[in-house]
């Protein structure tokens, strides 16, 4: 089977050997599993589906929300021999009904087909006489009300399938790999969650580095100078913040573009006219800019402040280093970001996916504070198994020593215990560190036995403790109004001694003697 697979590939596409992944998919989807496909844009989901569909007797039907993408990959595989078409808005009534018609008589291998369609009873009463063996659902994270492209026509994509006499097996695509739209499309789609095939991820030219407690401004203008021959991307979350930024780099006679929503039409597109035809180097902009930009050789991109969550920071850190040459994506951590990108969720979202949100802004928060590899934190957190650490990023190339910080963590989670696990990671600190602060006085935490026994640090170096063990699942966070820390079980370990903890070293900064004995 699979031999006969590679011989298609070759023999149709002319490609010698599979990418990771699609050779695993096309297997499933063959020995008649439905299976679910992960790969980013440009990983070579097409052939995933194609492959099948030139391997089975009968007409696959394709579905996908992309108009001008079908016509293309139709005219695509009829180039190579393939007998494909297409029924979607694009057609008159008369040419869908005839391409139907010829779809009934078994002239086409693939049928493409948009997801209105599947709502027209017409539609599904002609589907009954196709021999269908295989449908392919692409763009398939358009089922999901988390994904951010839902579509309700998705949502009959199910019911469908069950309707057609030959019990075709099902094949979904997509790029979107949130464990949470992983599962809505298995559930919806019938999928055991071990069919799911996820890979490709992996950005090998990319090192990511996440720095806290410096200057960010300094480490700015320093960055940007050291690099004034490269391209780069600077992203900050507000419209204020990127004039800001835009004007200090105009100060230090850096050649800066810059792009947000209260930009109009004709400014902004003459400003990314300027970056993209490397007139500006440096690119300072919100999340408003970047879609659909096709720049290969943007060497940095640098998070001034932390995106709202991970599928944000990966799609916009990832902007660079398209043409493959190494690059790097940075990210500046302070906490009152944290409480930025907070305040814009509370805003805009809607009540009920306040909690999601905020569960997500937490994954980006702990991204900021883990010390495991970068890269393989990101590609779990898209549900990519046992990621090896890549070498290259902050965390991998970070020289310090791990230290024991057992103790030290005890003291944390006994203090969460004491305060009733109802209290902010702030309030914690205070307590710790013996804060006189009003509320601690007032629920009469300074009578707690862990009050002050963390006071010969700073408030600031107990949270950022408290949220690395956030980041190691030792604490968990509940979003309610606020947000509150509870001990997690793997903390309850560490509490009654079963698990250590260790953390990497605080820098320390040597003193030189001067005087050489
Ligand atoms: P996706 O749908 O995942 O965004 P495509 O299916 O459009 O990606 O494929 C992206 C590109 O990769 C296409 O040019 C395709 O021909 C190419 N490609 C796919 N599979 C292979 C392979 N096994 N070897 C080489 N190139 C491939
Ligand atoms: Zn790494």
Same mark, same amino acid.
């Given at each position: 089977m699979l031999e006969k697979a590679r011989e298609l590939l070759k023999t149709y596409f002319g490609y010698p050997a599979f990418r990771t992944g699609q050779e695993q998919a096309i297997v499933s989807a063959l020995n008649g599993k439905n299976t679910v496909c992960i790969m980013p844009t440009g990983g070579g989901k097409s052939i995933v589906y194609q492959i099948p569909a030139l391997m089975s007797q009968g007409t696959t039907l394709v579905i996908s929300p992309l108009i001008s993408l079908m016509k293309d990959q139709v005219d695509t595989l009829r180039q190579l021999g393939i007998s494909a078409a297409y029924i979607n808005s694009s057609l008159s009534a008369a040419e869908a009904a005839?391409?139907?018609?010829?779809?009934?008589?078994?002239?086409?291998?693939?049928?493409?087909?948009?997801?209105e369609r599947l709502e027209s009873s017409d539609f599904q009463d002609k589907l009954q006489y196709i021999d269908i063996p295989l449908v392919a659902v692409d763009e398939a994270h358009c089922i999901s009300q988390w994904g951010h492209d839902f579509r309700p026509s998705y949502l009959q994509i199910a019911r469908l399938v069950k309707a057609l006499p030959g019990k075709p097996v099902v094949l979904a695509l997509t790029a979107t790999a949130t464990p949470m739209?992983?599962? +809505?499309?298995?559930?919806?789609?019938?999928?055991d969650s071990a069919n799911a095939v996820i890979t490709g991820f992996e950005r090998t030219n990319l090192a990511f580095s996440v720095i806290k407690g410096q200057d960010k401004l300094l480490f700015l203008k320093d960055y940007?100078?050291?690099?004034?021959?490269?391209a780069g991307i600077i992203y900050a979350a507000t419209r204020k913040t990127v004039d800001q930024i835009h004007e200090w780099l105009q100060k230090e006679n850096i050649e800066a573009a810059r792009y947000h929503a209260g930009m109009n039409d004709t400014e902004r597109n003459s400003e990314q006219e300027r970056f993209l035809r490397d007139e500006a180097t440096v690119m300072v902009a919100t999340s408003a800019f970047g879609m659909g930009i096709d720049k290969s050789n943007i060497r940095y991109v640098i998070h001034f402040q932390m995106p709202k969550n991970m599928e944000s920071y990966y799609q916009e850190a990832g902007r660079a280093g398209r043409d493959g040459l190494d690059s790097e994506c940075v990210l500046l951590y302070s906490s009152q970001d944290v409480q930025i990108q907070r305040f814009l969720i509370d805003q805009s979202a809607e009540q009920i996916r306040m909690g999601q949100e905020l569960e997500k802004l937490q994954s980006m928060v702990d991204y900021c504070h883990t010390e495991d590899c970068l890269q393989a934190s990101i590609l779990r957190y898209f549900g990519e198994? +046992?990621?090896e650490p890549c070498g290259r990023c902050g965390n991998c190339t970070d020289s310090r020593e791990s230290v024991e910080v057992t103790k030290e963590a005890q003291m944390v989670l006994s203090c969460i215990i004491r305060m009733g696990q109802k209290f902010g990671k702030a309030i914690t600190a205070g307590v710790l560190t013996g804060s006189r602060n009003k509320k601690i006085l007032e629920f009469g935490f300074d009578r707690?036995?862990?009050?002050? =026994?963390m006071k010969s640090q700073s408030a600031k170096a107990v949270t950022e403790l408290i949220?690395?063990?956030?980041?190691?699942?030792? =604490?968990?966070?509940?979003h309610g109004a606020y947000p509150i820390i509870f001990v997690a079980p793997e903390g309850k370990d560490v509490l009654t001694g079963?698990?250590?903890v260790f953390r990497k070293e605080a820098v320390k900064i040597r003193q030189v003697a001067n005087d050489d004995p």
């Open positions: 005839e391409t139907l018609e010829a779809a009934v008589y078994g002239e086409y291998k693939l049928l493409y087909v948009a997801p739209v992983q599962e +809505d499309i298995c559930q919806s789609l019938g999928i940007v100078k050291k690099n004034s021959k490269e198994c +046992d990621p707690l036995t862990t009050y002050g =026994i949220e690395f063990l956030i980041s190691q699942n030792l =604490i968990g966070v509940e079963k698990a250590q």
